[in-house]
């Protein structure tokens, strides 16, 4: 909660978590719930929740409330997920999860709408403060995870942005499947960035990264290089310098991202929050 009320009196735009199952993370949903109680402007988003892992009608009441609690402040990241353990602990599958994730998306968006879940049922409340509840920004790197932000979002969020073109390259699919559509406007365009103030931090938080990733050999997704190629805290070049993370952002802000998430994962010292605030604000 001091993370929280400290990246909210520092002035960033917006606080993330992940959603996991089979890892040592909080549950995001219940987390943010908490943070909105400590604070008053900061957006509050899932980056991203794994929408195939919940029930699509209590998942959609539980964002309702989430976002009827912050005084809608809330962005819901979704993506279908793609690590079987946590589907086995969710008791769901995992090879009809994109059809479901189709599917729960109706049902969510009727839901928020206030009309009946399902034929003769409902409406479900609470009614979220975002009229048809809160925008969706979604993840994923195929073509039909893409197709789904025409259809119902508002924008996308990359992983890890170590490989800048290559986020800047399936934003192009992107922008491509939103004209196609019909949408008028552009869509939201987030990173996330690996760092961490001071090199002790650093390492933390590449060690953090690389145990994260490690299902894939240690790299993120869009990382350069082949996957299982990388070896140690110090193959992930991690920025820890205000210098190197400004810079960072910079490759960022030049191919359109709107917003950057900083990560410092494996970092505890919540003071992390005010040296990256006077690094980058």
Known sequence: ????????????????????????NFDPLITLAAAAAVTERIRLMTAILIVPLHSAGILAKEVASLDAISNGRLTLGVAVGNRKDDFLVAGTTHSDRGR??????????????????EDGVGPVGPTPVQVEGPPLIFGGRS??????????????????????????????????????AGREGEPLFIGSLTCAIGKAEAEATAEASQHYYSYQGGRPANAPGQP???????????????????????????????EVFLRPAGVTNPEQVDRLAEAVL
């Open 100 to 117: 479901r994730f189709d599917d729960q998306l109706i049902q969510m968006k009727r839901i928020w709408a206030g009309e009946s879940a």
């Open 143 to 180: 073509e039909r995870a893409l197709m789904r932000i025409a259809q119902w979002g508002a924008g996308y969020v990359t992983g890890s942005v170590f490989d800048v073109p290559g986020a800047r390259a399936t934003f192009d699919i992107v922008e491509r499947v939103w004209r196609d």
């Open 1 to 24: 909660m001091e993370w929280a009320r400290r990246a909210d009196s520092a002035g960033f735009s917006s606080l993330s978590l992940l959603d996991r199952v089979v890892y040592d």
């Open 228 to 258: 299982g190629s990388a070896t140690g805290a110090d193959s992930l070049k991690t920025p820890s310098t205000a210098t190197a993370i400004r810079e960072k952002l910079k490759e960022c802000e030049a191919v359109g991202m709107s």
